[in-house]
């Protein structure tokens, strides 16, 4: 969460104050479900995509385009940040294909917590598209 924003779970719907004294209400199951996940602290994008497939049953690709579209939402109306992408481990004997196909993930901060600079190109980039 952004560490000027206010969150709080109420019967379901999450209210986030912004610094802007802007009030928002996200009520829509996967919403709050990703704003559940920040609130707790930093969230690994890759783990909050493999929740969204878990939990609503949709591909990895559609549940990784819309939590994009979705933080791109959050981070312009300073609800979150998003943090640089993460170092990639080191390779190992015991690391997943997966993960290592995938790239390397970026974090968003939680509430309270300094902010990285935002990954400013694509979040632009995909917030004006989900404008039009």
Do not use: Y
């Not at 996940?37 to 493999?50: F, K, N, Q, T, Y």
């Not at 609503?56 to 579209?69: C, K």
């Amino acid at each position: 969460m952004h560490p000027a924003a206010a969150a709080r779970e109420v019967a379901g719907e999450i209210f986030v104050v912004t610094d802007d004294r802007g009030l928002h209400r996200l009520e829509v199951p996967t919403a709050v479900t990703i704003c559940r996940s920040l609130m707790a602290g930093p969230a690994d994008r890759e783990a909050l995509v493999a929740q969204l497939v878990a939990d609503f049953e949709v591909e990895w690709d559609v549940a990784a385009r819309d939590l994009d579209a979705f933080v791109a939402l959050l981070v312009e109306r300073r609800i979150a940040v998003q943090c640089a992408p993460t170092p990639p481990p080191p390779l190992s004997a015991a690391a997943d294909s997966t993960t290592l196909s995938r790239g390397r993930p970026s974090t968003v901060a939680p509430l309270g917590q300094p902010a990285a600079p935002p990954v400013a190109a694509s979040v632009a980039n995909e917030a004006a598209q989900h404008e039009k």
